[in-house]
């Protein structure tokens, strides 16, 4: 019996980067364009399922918009408190 030593095609998703329409695919097999926007085969991204076990490194970008939510949440919360403060 000969085997072949043929690697499966990396399975995953194609995102279009235009419209976020999601594709499920293989990495071989990129779509010719976005069937929901017409965005050309360019603005399509794939990404592999293989990679969802790798570690996630956040990026200076991310902690910033941590940093702002944490404002607008404290900005809402004094907000709130000096309407109560009116109700009574």
Known sequence: MVQLNKALPTTGEW???ECGYIEEGSESRRPLKC??????ASAL?????????????????????DD?????????NDYDE???EDDR
């Open 15 to 17: 995102e279009c980067m």
């Open 35 to 40: 069937p929901e926007c017409s965005a050309p």
């Open 45 to 65: 991204e794939f990404f592999s399922y293989e990679d969802e076990g790798e570690e996630w490194d956040r990026t200076e970008d991310e902690d910033e918009l």
């Open 68 to 76: 702002d939510y944490e404002d607008e949440e404290d900005e809402f």
């Open 82 to 84: 000096d309407a109560e």
